[in-house]
């Protein structure tokens, strides 16, 4: 995380003069602050407005200038080059000792170690840490306009209720989760704002890969964009809340707020259930406060959903949170006629229930509106977490200390992932996407018995007696999805889950992992950094040959044929040969060997017998991938994705 201040010297003088007559800095800088509307021309959600990713750049640079409640972190460029920015929100004096309150943090949710006292200290000096993101689909547009405006009240407003935001918690947004899509959908909807195409949706991916499974990637962390956003939400701050905002359908109710509907997904800690009904209730409670109609909970949205960010997060001992908006067109109002209002999951009727007492009437509904319902969701998370805070805190130790002993005390007490895989590059891939999700892993330095099976050198251990334990179970134990009356009709058929109702990650990489319930009871060594194997290279005299059981070696092969080396594939097997081996010639040079073996991480090994008899050539067939017009299409963008990751050179029709 790299952090770039841009605070002019001029800034540092008046912040030093404005102390010394007694005055809050941030307070007399904030009066030069422009309002969105001053620095866009336009009130954030105004009919056919759209403000784009570079100016509200701009304008977080300007705040984060101008007002010392504000630090602007670039995390790094997304998939097509742009800015991805973390907003940390909080009182110049939190801001100033900004590690020491994550380090306090980081003793609450992993309290392995810690004494009594680092607790009782982390409770009563640490601040509530609450994430937010907006923007992440980027076709839902009024979430990352709603952003300027919920950080331009952030920092410049002086009342109790932000005040005590500010000194209470750490409040980071991520304001736009897709910037790529802000900028692709804004130019879009620019160009046809006036035409008979005005507010229809863009005609490509959002993301130019995995489109709106940009949600669905949280458990694989396949793009930058999801790395970052692993990066805050489960290594570096592991925070108590966080809610992403989104936009749904524009025909049921207007705002969707915690918690989730049935059915639920186990094995998070209760806590965080109740949290989530907890800050649900206090959105609801602030939204009919606010005179805002037709806001559901418990509805739609149900408690087993795909390992997205916000599903996947109760499993770190994160409420993790959604708000849903119904959209209008864009950025161009929707009319809506009352007999266009429907129900959904947990609401059978448009009608008044308790968790839906305010339907709304039906009318035009503008982007307008929903900034508005999605700035005061997102300002009462904050509020109420500001007013509890040592209790929020005390529950983050609670959550995770409580799940480290169902971890001890359950079965199973641990995942082996054994060093025999069929591929085990995979298995070391798959071994990185679980220390992204900051898993604890450890390795086996030498061979070991386990309940009656022989490990190799290199297998790993993953501890249950950890605070990520639910998010262990989902990602490597094997799932049902539940058959009960939530996941059935009257009639008794099934009723289709939300989404992808299961994320094994194990299964999906064809990767070996044994559940076992008994401790591992040898000496293993912590793996503390991505693990980046290199392939060995052992010569022989007919050159080398590449196991073809590894996914690896098809890329090795790719890089091979780019370089013009002859490559010949195994059709069957022979003395140190099996049939799917790709075979390289003797005379391939071997600077290029060595770095494919680096980079690849698959080994050149010796063949010391002529396969020329059983293998073939291998040459490249051309691929064409079609991309269809209208929204795009995600398996040919994730086709893509594949394609470039293992060096297929591709054409797009
Ligand atoms: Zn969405």
């Given at each position: 995380?790299?952090?770039?201040?841009?605070?002019?010297?001029f800034?540092?003088?008046?912040?030093?003069?404005?102390?010394?007559?007694?005055?809050?800095p941030?307070?007399?800088?904030?009066?030069?602050?422009?309002?969105?509307?001053?620095?866009?021309?336009?009130?954030?959600?105004?009919?056919?407005?759209?403000?784009?990713?570079?100016?509200?750049v701009?304008?977080?640079?300007?705040?984060?200038?101008?007002?010392?409640?504000?630090?602007?972190?670039?995390?790094?460029?997304?998939?097509?080059?742009?800015?991805?920015?973390?907003?940390f929100?909080?009182?110049?004096?939190n801001?100033?000792?900004?590690?020491?309150l994550?380090?306090?943090?980081?003793?609450?949710?992993?309290?392995?170690?810690?004494?009594e006292?680092?607790?009782?200290?982390?409770?009563?000096?640490?601040?509530?840490?609450?994430?937010?993101?907006?923007?992440?689909?980027?076709s839902?547009?009024?979430?990352?306009?709603m952003?300027?405006?919920?950080?331009?009240?952030?920092?410049?407003?002086?009342?109790?209720?932000?005040?005590?935001?500010?000194?209470?918690?750490?409040?980071?947004?991520?304001?736009?989760?897709n910037?790529?899509?802000?900028?692709?959908?804004?130019?879009?909807?620019?160009?046809?704002?006036?035409?008979?195409y005005?507010?229809?949706?863009?005609?490509?991916?959002?993301?130019?890969?995995?489109?709106?499974?940009?949600?669905?990637?949280?458990?694989?962390?396949?793009?930058?964009?999801?790395?970052?956003?692993?990066?805050?939400?489960?290594?570096?701050?592991?925070?108590?809340?966080?809610?992403?905002?989104?936009?749904?359908?524009?025909?049921?109710?207007?705002?969707?707020?915690?918690?989730?509907?049935?059915p639920?997904?186990?094995?998070?800690?209760?806590?965080?259930?109740?949290?989530?009904?907890?800050?649900?209730?206090?959105?609801?409670?602030?939204?009919?406060?606010?005179?805002?109609?037709?806001?559901?909970?418990?509805?739609?949205?149900?408690?087993?959903?795909?390992?997205?960010?916000?599903?996947?997060?109760?499993?770190?001992?994160?409420?993790?949170?959604?708000?849903?908006?119904?959209?209008?067109?864009l950025?161009?109002?929707?009319?809506?006629?009352?007999?266009?209002?429907?129900?959904?999951?947990?609401?059978?009727?448009?009608?008044?229930?308790?968790?839906f007492?305010?339907?709304?009437?039906?009318?035009?509904?503008?982007?307008?509106?929903?900034?508005?319902?999605?700035?005061?969701?997102?300002?009462?998370?904050?509020?109420?977490?500001?007013?509890?805070?040592?209790?929020?805190?005390?529950?983050?130790?609670?959550?995770?200390?409580?799940?480290?002993e169902?971890?001890?005390?359950?079965?199973?007490?641990?995942?082996?992932?054994?060093?025999?895989?069929?591929?085990?590059?995979?298995?070391?891939?798959?071994?990185?996407?679980?220390?992204?999700?900051?898993?604890?892993?450890?390795q086996?330095?030498?061979?070991?018995?386990?309940?009656?099976?022989?490990?190799?050198?290199?297998?790993?251990?993953?501890?249950?007696?950890?605070?990520?334990?639910?998010?262990?179970?989902?990602?490597?134990?094997?799932?049902?999805?539940?058959?009960?009356?939530?996941?059935?009709?009257?009639?008794?058929?099934?009723?289709?889950?939300?989404?992808?109702?299961?994320?094994t990650?194990?299964?999906?990489?064809?990767?070996?992992?044994?559940?076992a319930?008994?401790?591992?009871d040898?000496?293993?060594?912590?793996?503390?950094?991505?693990?980046?194997?290199?392939?060995?290279?052992?010569?022989?005299?007919?050159?080398?040959?590449?196991?073809?059981r590894?996914n690896?070696?098809?890329?090795?092969?790719n890089?091979?044929l780019?370089?013009n080396?002859?490559?010949?594939?195994?059709?069957?097997?022979?003395?140190?040969?099996?049939a799917?081996?790709?075979?390289?010639?003797?005379?391939?040079?071997?600077?290029?060997?060595?770095?494919?073996?680096?980079?690849?991480?698959?080994?050149?090994?010796?063949l010391?017998?002529?396969?020329?008899?059983?293998?073939?050539?291998?040459?490249?067939?051309?691929?064409?991938?079609?991309?269809?017009?209208?929204?795009?299409?995600?398996?040919?963008?994730?086709?893509?994705?594949?394609?470039?990751?293992?060096?297929?050179?591709?054409?797009?029709?």
């Open positions: 995380m790299t952090s770039h201040r841009f605070r002019p010297r800034a540092v003088v008046l912040i030093v003069l404005t102390t010394v007559i007694g005055l809050r941030e307070v007399a800088l904030g009066q030069s602050i422009p309002s969105p509307e001053e620095f866009f021309g336009f009130q954030m959600g105004a009919d056919r407005k759209l403000a784009r990713w570079d100016k509200l701009e304008y977080y640079e300007l705040l984060g200038r101008q007002s010392a409640r504000l630090e602007v972190v670039h995390m790094g460029p997304t998939t097509l080059g742009n800015p991805f920015l973390a907003l929100i909080s009182s110049p004096d801001l100033a000792h900004l590690e020491d994550r380090q306090m943090n980081a003793t609450l949710s992993d309290p392995r170690g810690a004494s006292q680092d607790i009782e200290r982390a409770i009563a000096d640490g601040k509530a840490v609450i994430v937010q993101s907006m923007g992440l689909h980027s839902e547009v009024g979430a990352s306009q952003a300027a405006e919920l950080m331009y009240d952030l920092v410049t407003r002086t009342d109790d209720e932000i005040t005590r935001i500010l000194d209470e918690t750490i409040a980071i947004m991520i304001p736009c989760f910037p790529d899509g802000e900028i692709m959908i804004v130019d879009w909807y620019n160009e046809n704002v006036g035409t008979d005005e507010g229809v949706g863009l005609p490509w991916l959002y993301h130019h890969y995995i489109g709106h499974d940009n949600n669905r990637d949280a458990f694989q962390q396949n793009t930058v964009e999801s790395q970052y956003g692993a990066k805050i939400l489960f290594r570096d701050w592991i925070p108590q809340a966080y809610i992403d905002h989104h936009q749904m359908g524009a025909y049921g109710a207007r705002i969707y707020v915690p918690p989730y509907a049935e639920l997904r186990p094995s998070a800690d209760p806590l965080v259930w109740r949290e989530m009904s907890w800050y649900g209730a206090h959105i609801a409670y602030k939204e009919e406060e606010a005179g805002k109609d037709g806001v559901v909970n418990a509805a739609v949205y149900s408690g087993w959903g795909h390992f997205g960010f916000h599903w996947i997060t109760p499993f770190h001992n994160i409420a993790g949170m959604l708000t849903e908006s119904a959209s209008a067109r950025a161009t109002p929707l009319f809506v006629h009352p007999d266009q209002l429907n129900g959904s999951r947990g609401l059978p009727e448009y009608e008044a229930q308790t968790t007492p305010n339907p709304w009437q039906g009318g035009w509904w503008h982007v307008r509106d929903i900034v508005e319902q999605q700035k005061i969701a997102a300002v009462a998370a904050l509020d109420i977490a500001a007013r509890h805070r040592a209790t929020v805190l005390r529950n983050a130790y609670q959550k995770a200390s409580r799940q480290i169902r971890g001890s005390s359950m079965s199973p007490a641990v995942f082996v992932i054994p060093a025999d895989q069929h591929d085990p590059l995979t298995a070391t891939k798959m071994v990185n996407r679980l220390l992204g999700q900051g898993i604890d892993v450890h086996a330095p030498s061979e070991f018995t386990h309940e009656g099976r022989v490990y190799g050198a290199g297998s790993f251990v993953v501890s249950m007696a950890q605070p990520k334990r639910g998010v262990i179970r989902w990602l490597l134990g094997r799932t049902f999805y539940p058959d009960n009356t939530y996941t059935r009709d009257r009639d008794g058929n099934p009723i289709r889950p939300y989404d992808m109702s299961t994320d990650m194990a299964e999906f990489m064809g990767v070996r992992v044994d559940p319930d008994s401790v591992v040898t000496a293993l060594a912590t793996v503390d950094e991505l693990l980046t194997p290199a392939g060995a290279v052992v010569q022989g005299q007919f050159g080398y040959v590449l196991d073809g590894l690896d070696s098809f890329k090795a092969a890089l091979l780019a370089e080396i002859a490559v010949r594939r195994v059709t069957n097997s022979d003395a140190g040969a099996q799917g081996d790709f075979i390289v010639p003797a005379s391939a040079t071997g600077t290029v060997v060595t770095e494919i073996a680096r980079t690849t991480g698959v080994s050149f090994s010796a010391d017998i002529d396969a020329t008899g059983v293998s073939q050539p291998l040459q490249r067939n051309r691929i064409g991938m079609y991309q269809r017009y209208y929204g795009g299409n995600m398996d040919e963008g994730w086709t893509r994705w594949l394609l470039e990751e293992f060096a297929f050179p591709y054409d797009t029709l």
